[in-house]
């Protein structure tokens, strides 16, 4: 990947104040969005052909790139994530699979995938790649994505939270990343997204027909549904050039999301559980 020089822009404005991730991601979305538009004038979609193609491709980074030029907010976001891809990039990782804290792994793979391969998308800089590849490759020969204590209900859960934020996790390093893996490492890592996450997130959460009654987790009203739904989405568009097989699901995941938003999404949520909600049905969205 080409190397991309960050510039600050030319213009002298006075402090702002830094938004962290959640800038970057919402521009890229943007981005995104009227690249969507610009494809459907021209009957045809480059969005979602190759890879990059969640979040973010090829041309939006060019755009973004641009963007940074005299954003000098925009310039500021992106500082703020290389250091923190920074900071991730000399954190520890640990390969091993957990015995029970599955939602702290999850938790801490999705920060720094998302940290690191911006700043990978932005620099080239292998660094980060590598790291992103042993985060992936681990999690993908994890025996299972969901934590032993959700065996205990009956029937067990096969999808949560946190195996759908490995979805995301190790789908957004296949896109990213890409042309990096083997095809053997691409093969495993397929086989990880769709039966670890995207087919267990189909059958306990999305489809009427198979969804275990977990209570009110599995309605269209909090975090649990948006949430793992869409994260597993972007496992989902992460492998379907290579896996067509998965649009079934993504199709069922797009009607799922569709009941949430009508729902008006996290409306029972207080703040402190629904503002995460946004990343991954914003990244779903801007796919659809």
Same mark, same amino acid.
Request: with cysteine; proline share 5%.
């Given at each position: 990947?080409?190397?991309?020089?960050?510039?600050?822009? &030319?213009?002298?404005?006075?402090?702002?104040?830094?938004?962290?991730?959640?800038?970057?991601?919402?521009?890229?979305?943007?981005?995104?969005?009227?690249?969507?538009?610009?494809?459907?004038?021209?009957?045809?979609?480059?969005?979602?052909?190759? &890879?990059?193609?969640?979040?973010?491709?090829?041309?939006?980074?060019?755009?973004?790139?641009?963007?940074?030029?005299?954003?000098?907010?925009?310039?500021?976001?992106?500082?703020?994530?290389?250091?923190?891809?920074?900071?991730?990039?000399?954190?520890?990782?640990?390969?091993?699979?957990?015995?029970?804290?599955?939602?702290?792994?999850?938790?801490?793979?999705?920060?720094?995938?998302?940290?690191?391969?911006?700043?990978?998308?932005?620099?080239?800089?292998?660094?980060?790649?590598?790291?992103?590849?042993?985060?992936?490759?681990?999690?993908?020969?994890?025996?299972?994505?969901?934590?032993?204590?959700?065996?205990?209900?009956?029937?067990?859960?096969?999808?949560?939270?946190?195996?759908?934020?490995?979805?995301?996790?190790?789908?957004?390093?296949?896109?990213?990343?890409?042309?990096?893996?083997?095809?053997?490492?691409?093969?495993?890592?397929?086989?990880?997204?769709?039966?670890?996450?995207?087919?267990?997130?189909?059958?306990?959460?999305?489809?009427?027909?198979?969804?275990?009654?977990?209570?009110?987790?599995?309605?269209?009203?909090?975090?649990?549904?948006?949430?793992?739904?869409?994260?597993?989405?972007?496992?989902?568009?992460?492998?379907?050039?290579?896996?067509?097989?998965?649009?079934?699901?993504?199709?069922?995941?797009?009607?799922?999301?569709?009941?949430?938003?009508?729902?008006?999404?996290?409306?029972?949520?207080?703040?402190?559980?629904?503002?995460?909600?946004?990343?991954?049905?914003?990244?779903?969205?801007?796919?659809?």
């Amino acid at each position: 990947m080409k190397k991309t020089m960050l510039v600050a822009p &030319h213009q002298n404005m006075p402090g702002v104040k830094f938004l962290g991730l959640l800038l970057i991601i919402a521009t890229m979305v943007s981005i995104l969005f009227s690249m969507v538009a610009c494809a459907e004038e021209a009957s045809e979609n480059p969005v979602l052909e190759a &890879h990059p193609r969640v979040l973010v491709n090829t041309v939006g980074l060019k755009r973004l790139n641009e963007a940074m030029e005299t954003d000098i907010q925009l310039y500021r976001t992106v500082r703020t994530v290389l250091g923190r891809a920074a900071e991730a990039l000399y954190s520890t990782w640990e390969s091993k699979e957990p015995k029970d804290n599955y939602g702290g792994v999850a938790d801490s793979a999705i920060w720094q995938v998302e940290n690191m391969g911006i700043a990978y998308l932005l620099t080239g800089d292998l660094r980060y790649a590598n790291r992103l590849k042993e985060i992936a490759l681990s999690i993908a020969k994890f025996e299972r994505w969901v934590a032993p204590s959700f065996d205990r209900y009956d029937p067990p859960w096969i999808s949560t939270l946190e195996s759908s934020t490995f979805t995301a996790a190790v789908g957004l390093v296949y896109d990213w990343c890409y042309d990096l893996f083997t095809e053997e490492e691409r093969s495993l890592i397929r086989e990880a997204i769709i039966q670890k996450g995207v087919i267990p997130a189909f059958l306990d959460w999305s489809n009427a027909e198979t969804r275990n009654p977990h209570g009110t987790h599995q309605t269209p009203q909090g975090n649990w549904y948006a949430v793992t739904i869409s994260a597993a989405a972007i496992g989902a568009l992460a492998v379907e050039p290579e896996a067509p097989e998965v649009r079934q699901y993504i199709e069922s995941f797009k009607t799922a999301m569709k009941a949430w938003i009508e729902f008006d999404g996290g409306v029972l949520e207080e703040y402190d559980t629904s503002k995460y909600l946004w990343y991954p049905p914003g990244a779903w969205v801007s796919q659809n």
